[in-house]
């Protein structure tokens, strides 16, 4: 489980691959699996959100960032639209991102925002190193746990 908390301090956000959407086909839909906390309110959804070709996607990306290199693009985003990210920008060795949430994965309560810098089910990031080695890691366990089925 990938785990970070957003830039005001305030959200925690986890996300997980937990299997294949249908695991007896060759169906290469996996199951993405988000938690969403902020003060007492919760929001857990499990979404058929990613294919597993999506998974070297975002290794990918992510691997880019981390290594202070520009992604391929700075927008990222998959055939279901309910989970996407943004590059935003890059200062001190520390890498800001957005990871937006819509449609079945968009949470069931309002962020408590002041600032509004959570509209829309968006969440802002910002990301040193250590997040970068754990994001990686569980991305290379989910692409080997999941291979694509033929």
Known sequence: MIELTDITNTINFQFAIVGYEFPDSKDN??????????????FEKTDPALEIADLHTLYNWFDDLSKSRLPSHAELWFTEPCFSLAFIASKNQKVTISIKLSGEL?????????YELHNDGTIVFQLAESNFIAILENLKQWIEKYPPRK
Request: contains cysteine.
């Open 29 to 42: 839909w996996c199951l993405l699996k988000v938690i969403v906390q902020q003060n007492n309110n919760r």
């Open 106 to 114: 968009k949470p069931d309560f309002c962020f408590d925002d002041p």
